[in-house]
């Protein structure tokens, strides 16, 4: 049985391969010796491995879709004002315009159409939707159901607005980042008696399209008082309110002007910065941004952050986690911005104890 069988992988299997290897180019065409069927195979192989691959096609990577929702103007600029964002975006992995794509849609202030450009990215669709703004988020809310919404710039409480069941466990499509600072506007007012011992007149700047503004307006209104202020709010919701605004305050003394946290203000807080310089009135303010336009100080969350960290949601949520289960996160370090060349040109100087405490003073 023995002989009979080597003489069958000899005359059979083994004349076989040897005229496969030989088509192949793999071996001359000369008798091959007996060998096993089992190592011929592995020659076979290793002459196909050395054979020209032929190019196979492969799927390109998803590209995730990105909805960016804010209330305000487009901002000018290659980074349309959300660098911090896209920068976040880019430490998780995500490119703009490589592995992810970017719709910007501004309402320009105006509310009504917050809600047409929600539908339009839900329509689109995209994966998840960033909001800049309480009115944005809302607007995104009530657009959709299913598609992830993260909020930022939020200055209210987003279980009192309606946006999430609780700040642990969020419990639908929105997650996010809630700067929570209103409750800071009786640290901000000391901070400005400080600054201004004799300013008692104040206007306040607010957006009652804004549900955060609220907030900010009932913060103001219990602190003030105690303080020795007087209070004059003035509704600011678009750039022809803010112009409504500053002539209001031309007709009456006022002795320094606070703006709530909103889109509008913000965008305009160049504007706003030059009317009080004209005025050398003293401006409290509750982010950065608007200190470094040329307002007086400041103390709030840093929107850099929250923008970075708004992308380090996105990343979570296209990875693969829900919404729900991702809980809203709370700033726990304010700074305290003085813009020094402002005070200078106001009349005022800067207090020993702001340019000990202050993060960041602005010459």
């Known amino acids: ?32 010796p007996v060998i096993g069927a089992s190592l011929c195979i592995a020659v076979i192989g290793l002459g196909l491995l050395g054979a020209p691959r032929v190019a196979v096609a492969q799927s390109p990577s998803k590209v995730y879709r990105i909805g960016w929702l804010g209330h305000g103007s487009a901002p000018s600029g290659a980074n349309r004002n959300v660098g911090d964002f896209q920068q976040g975006l880019r430490d998780g992995g995500y490119v703009d315009g490589k592995n ?56 209210m409480d987003p279980v009192k607005a309606g946006l999430v069941a609780s700040l642990a466990r969020p419990g639908g499509n929105v997650t996010g980042l809630a700067s929570l600072s209103n409750d800071l506007w009786q640290k901000r007012l000391a901070l400005l008696k400080e600054f201004a011992p004799k300013a008692s007149r104040l206007a306040v700047f607010w957006n ?28 600011v919701s ?28 913000l965008e305009h807080a160049g504007s706003i910065a030059d009317f009080a310089l004209k005025r050398r009135l003293p401006t409290l303010t509750p982010l950065k941004e608007y200190v470094q336009a040329g307002g007086l100080v400041s103390l709030g969350a840093k929107l850099a952050d929250q923008r970075r960290r708004a992308a380090s949601y ?13 809980p809203i996160e709370r700033p726990t370090l304010f700074e305290l911005v003085v813009n020094v060349t402002t005070a200078k040109a106001i009349g005022l100087a800067v207090p020993a104890s702001f340019m000990v405490l202050a993060d960041e003073l602005i010459e």
């Open 1 to 32: 049985m023995q002989g009979s069988y080597h003489s069958f992988r000899e005359t059979g299997t083994v004349n076989v391969h040897r005229k496969m290897l030989i088509a192949l180019g793999v071996v001359a065409p000369y008798r091959l």
């Open 100 to 155: 992810v794509a970017i719709e910007y849609r501004y309402a320009s202030g105006n509310a009504e159409q917050l809600a047409l450009l929600a539908a339009e990215l839900v329509r689109l669709p995209v994966d998840v939707i960033v909001t800049s703004g309480e009115p944005a988020a809302l607007a995104a809310m009530k657009a959709t159901s299913t598609i992830p919404i993260v909020m930022t710039e939020i200055g």
């Open 208 to 235: 009652p399209a804004n549900p955060g503004n609220a907030d900010c307006v009932a913060e103001i209104k219990a602190a003030g008082p105690a303080l020795g202020m007087q209070l004059r709010y003035l509704e």
């Open 238 to 265: 678009n750039a022809n309110g803010l112009e409504l605004a500053f002539a209001s305050m031309a007709k009456e003394p006022i002795d320094a002007l606070v703006t709530c946290l909103d889109n509008v203000t």
């Open 314 to 326: 996105v990343g979570r949520i296209l990875k693969g986690a829900k919404a729900a289960d991702l």
